[in-house]
C-alpha cells in the first residue's frame, strides 16, 4: 500500500496547518496511522498516533497544539496544526501500521518561519 500526504507548507509562528494522508488501498487492514518528522540533523521521531479504535498518542511537544484524527473505513488520517513554533520545522511523514507491516509516505516540508 502507498501513503499520500499532502498540505504542508510555509506558515509564521502562531499559524496554523492541516496534512492529510491517504492509503492508496481503502481496504486495506490498517491498524494505526500516525504522522512523525524529521528536522535537519535530528533523528526521525514521533508526532501523533491514532488507532483502528480511534485512541490517539501525542509527543509531549505538541500536546494541546495539534490534534490529529483519522476515517478508519477510508484509511485516511489528518493532522491539524496550530499555534505552529520554529521548532515545528520539519519534513513530516505519514505512517501506517498494518499486520503487514509498516509504510511510510513520501514526507511533506513544513517550515515555521516569520
Known amino acids: 500500500v502507498q501513503l499520500q500526504a499532502s498540505g504542508g507548507g510555509l506558515v509564521q509562528p502562531g499559524g496554523s496547518l492541516r496534512l492529510s494522508c491517504a492509503a492508496s488501498?481503502?481496504?486495506?487492514?490498517?491498524?494505526?496511522m500516525g504522522w512523525y518528522r524529521q528536522a535537519p540533523g535530528k533523528q526521525r521521531e514521533l508526532v501523533a498516533t491514532?488507532?483502528?479504535?480511534?485512541?490517539?498518542n501525542y509527543a509531549d511537544s505538541v500536546k494541546g497544539r495539534f490534534t490529529i484524527s483519522g476515517d478508519n473505513a477510508k484509511n485516511t488520517v489528518a493532522l491539524q496544526m496550530n499555534s505552529l513554533k520554529p521548532e515545528d520545522t520539519a519534513v513530516y511523514y505519514c505512517n501506517a501500521i498494518s499486520p503487514y507491516g509498516q509504510f511510510w509516505g513520501q514526507g511533506t516540508q513544513v517550515t515555521v518561519s516569520s
Open positions: 488501498r481503502r481496504t486495506f487492514s490498517i491498524n494505526t
Open positions: 491514532i488507532s483502528s479504535r480511534a485512541s490517539t
